[in-house]
């Protein structure tokens, strides 16, 4: 299959008329042909307007024709076989087995999509029975059920180019729940953007769908996407990426005439807390797995583990000890983009020349472009409380800040100042004092979406129990708190709107009152 260059309308491969982006191979940072001109104003009027006729006969499809519908974008993913590998690879410069990896997923995460649609209960049906019989006044049979909001506009993340991005997550569930898309696609990926469009412009034509339910437009600048999120006929934004982005795109859609909902997620440091007990018996082997974690992917993981709190001691010396050595001797990686390596170095130089920040150690650094080097710095607990935006904010790539208290409280303060987090993670041990582990849950509990004990924030199971967002940033919506059993080491996870699979967004309720709803 020969990359066109093109956007995908429908079922129409079209040139783009604005100006053209070109993915930059991030090993050498030449520009890789074909050029990717962006959508007119017009051109996404056009997609805007096939998604929107597509829109009645897409809601009205049978849970089946979706699930078959999902399964055939899955396979036909598989069937581009190993030219969607390689231009991902030039596109994004992550190895090959990462990438392979990602596949497995991106295609695993729309067959579970399409279990979930046959097996139904993302209608979240509720009937209460007419009661003709009651006094003073009868009661109508009264029924809901969600529905689909109406076309949704997709923006996927630099660093999953297939598990968030054209086929991602986001897509499945809008495809699932019987929404028509429109992905804006990553500027740094848009030929594998491009071979994952036509993947689903195929499985729309075997299964016979309205040529409306899928397009992908490129933009030159934001002036694309910000369109599209106060296009009339968007009725949903899914975003993954930066904070500033997923802001932006919340603010357009809030100032619509019709504001519209905005599943974003967005940064997260991901705080993991090192309890005495714990650094004592395991000290040293918790400073291997927190190096690992940090440095995989050049750090470039939303997971990251960018925040390590623990209280004064020498065990907390001796943690920092070792995992100085085993930073110091990482190497470099190449990083997805040139803007991406140099907001990097920007984020790093920005923390360093701060006096209240000690640089603890550096990894090495390869020759060649892009190179990622890790690093590990240090601040006091004081410090943090009183500018927590500011050292706390996420710096995108292998870049960690060890947090030292002075006593339990600090760290319980400390706790109280943290943003939103997609994760937060309890290093601890049976014979650790279980009030500060409760206290510390109990305030964990409310800023982040999944907590962890005793594992590392990277890698995501993609399952029913399995929650990636988090208050604002990683994802601002309801919040709805529950305990759950202890299996692994995901202790607790919150019930949320935008999970991966446990519920299909973006839906709204809609009521029905007696002789209009034939079935639920
Ligand atoms: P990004 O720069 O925000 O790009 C994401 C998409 O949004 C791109 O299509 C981009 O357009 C568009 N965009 C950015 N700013 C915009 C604006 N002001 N108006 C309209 N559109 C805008 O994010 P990224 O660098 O690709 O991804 C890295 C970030 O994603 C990290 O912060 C990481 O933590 C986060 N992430 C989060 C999760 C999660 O929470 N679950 C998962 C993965 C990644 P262009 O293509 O033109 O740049």
Not at 106 to 128: K, M, P, S, Y
Not at 416 to 430: I, N, R
């Amino acid at each position: 299959m020969t990359l066109t260059g093109n956007m995908l309308i429908g079922q129409s491969l079209v040139a783009g008329d604005d100006r053209e982006i070109r993915a930059i191979n991030p090993f050498s940072n030449e520009t890789l042909e074909p050029a990717y001109p962006g959508a007119t104003k017009t051109q996404v009027d056009e997609a805007a307007a096939l998604a929107n006729a597509a829109f009645a006969s897409y809601r009205e499809t049978t849970p089946e024709q979706r699930a078959v519908f999902l399964e055939t974008i899955a396979s036909e993913i598989m069937d581009l076989g190993d030219i969607l590998i390689e231009r991902g690879q030039q596109e994004t410069g992550l190895p090959q087995g990462r990438l392979v990896g990602e596949r497995g997923r991106t295609v695993n995460q729309l067959r579970l999509f399409a279990t979930v649609v046959r097996e139904g209960a993302w209608h979240g049906a509720r009937i209460d029975h007419a009661k003709p019989e009651r006094t003073p006044m009868p009661r109508a049979d009264i029924r809901l059920r969600h529905i689909p909001l109406g076309p949704v506009a997709v923006f996927g993340a630099s660093n999953f180019p297939l598990a968030f991005s054209v086929a991602g997550g986001d897509t499945a569930s809008a495809l699932a729940a019987g929404a028509p898309v429109i992905v804006k696609g990553h500027s740094a990926h848009p030929g594998t953007s491009e071979l994952v469009a036509r993947a689903i412009a195929s499985a729309i034509k075997k299964c016979e769908l309205h040529e409306g339910v899928f397009s992908l437009i490129f933009g030159f600048d934001y002036a694309v996407g910000q369109q599209l999120a106060a296009h009339p006929y968007i009725k949903a934004v899914g975003f993954t990426g930066s904070r500033s982005g997923g802001v932006a795109l919340m603010q357009t859609a809030a100032a619509r005439p019709e504001p519209i909902p905005v599943y974003a997620e967005m940064s997260s440091v991901n705080p993991v807390f090192l309890l005495p007990e714990a650094l004592k018996q395991r000290g040293s082997v918790i400073a291997r797995e927190f190096v690992a974690s940090l440095v995989g992917s050049a750090g470039q993981l939303c997971t990251n583990p960018g925040l390590v709190i623990g209280l004064e001691s020498p065990e907390l010396d001796a943690f920092v000890d070792t995992a100085k050595t085993e930073l110091a001797a990482s190497q470099s990686t190449t990083m997805l983009t040139p803007g991406i390596h140099e907001a990097y170095v920007k984020g790093v130089e920005a923390l360093t020349q701060l006096s209240s920040v000690k640089v603890e150690a550096q990894g090495q650094i390869a020759e060649g472009c892009n190179q990622c080097q890790a690093v590990l710095l240090s601040t006091t607990a004081a410090a943090f409380i009183e500018a927590p935006h500011q050292l706390g904010a996420e710096v995108f790539g292998a870049c960690s800040m060890v947090v030292r208290c002075t006593d339990t409280e600090e760290m319980l303060a400390l706790t109280s100042v943290l943003e939103g987090q997609l994760t937060a993670t309890l290093q601890m041990e049976a014979a650790d004092d279980n009030q500060l582990i409760r206290s510390l849950i109990s305030s964990l509990e409310l800023k982040a979406g999944r907590v962890l004990a005793n594992g590392f924030p990277t890698g995501v199971e993609v399952g029913h129990a399995m929650v990636h967002g988090g208050p604002f940033p990683p994802l601002p919506t309801v919040a709805v708190p529950r305990w759950e059993a202890a299996p692994s080491s995901v202790i607790y996870v919150r019930s949320r709107i935008k999970t991966f699979l446990t519920t299909i967004y973006p839906w709204r309720y809609r009521t029905k009152t007696p002789g209009m709803c034939p079935s639920v």
